[in-house]
């Protein structure tokens, strides 16, 4: 299985953020998202937050929530206009982000809503190759 180096680092500080922002009082839009709190994202969209936000390796909440697994927040992120072909770090989309990772119902989801499934990365990886080296067969 092949992944980036900087995929790899960018994965394992987004898990350390993870357990790291519960010690923060108030989090922003992507960190939300990382933190997997719905009731947190309802809130910054009810405030008018801008959807499209970017954390500091350039994820947006879509495709960090599609890294979780949290088909849950990407449906509300969708719903409240969220860019679903936005590309991160990388050129990751919000679909090579759970295609890579594993999640079958986020990737459906994402479908559903029109995500591309030809866009490519910067690698020129579409997600379907991400889901084969990630050996997730139920994506496939």
């Known amino acids: 299985i092949y ?4 995929w790899i680092k960018t994965t394992t500080d987004l898990f350390f953020n993870l357990f790291n922002t519960a010690q923060k009082t108030k989090r922003s839009l992507p960190e ?3 933190c997997g709190s719905l009731d947190g994202i309802k809130c910054w969209i ?11 390796y350039g994820y947006t909440p879509l ?9 849950d927040i990407v449906k509300v992120l969708i719903d409240a206009g969220a860019d679903i072909q936005k590309p991160g770090q990388f050129g990751y989309t919000a679909l090579h982000a759970a ?7 986020v990737v459906q989801t994402l479908v559903k809503y029109g995500a591309s ?3 490519k990365n910067e690698d020129g990886d579409i997600p379907l190759i991400l889901a084969v080296r990630g ?6």
């Open 3 to 6: 992944y980036p180096l900087s």
């Open 32 to 34: 939300e998202a990382e």
């Open 46 to 56: 009810r405030e008018g937050t801008d959807i499209d936000a970017t954390d500091a």
């Open 63 to 71: 495709i960090n929530a599609a890294m979780l697994g949290r088909a």
């Open 99 to 105: 295609a890579q990772n594993g999640h079958l119902e």
């Open 117 to 119: 499934v030809n866009c």
């Open 135 to 140: 050996t997730h067969a139920e994506i496939i």
